[in-house]
């Protein structure tokens, strides 16, 4: 536990896609917004909030986090799935 985590406040709308609930791990090496950019893309591509989770924590895991990490998706509207591409991505 820290003394002072970070937390905001936010309306749920019909817009919001999804609730991200990780511990200091995670953040210790990447932003709030990173992380939530990592979930979005791995929501659009997969659908699941357990490979979201499991991606996020692989991506600050390979950022050589030293602290524990642990990450929980919560769906609420989902996005849009990723639509099929001709060409393979180039980066």
Known sequence: LICCPEMSDFEVT???????LACD??????????????VRRSLRSSGSPKVAAETLVKHASKRLSADNMSAVVVVLHP?????????????
């Open 14 to 20: 019909s817009d919001t896609e999804f609730l991200l």
């Open 25 to 38: 791990g995670v953040f210790e090496k990447m932003t709030s917004k990173e992380a939530g950019q990592i």
């Open 79 to 91: 996005p849009p799935q990723e639509a099929e591409r001709a060409a393979p991505r180039l980066f």
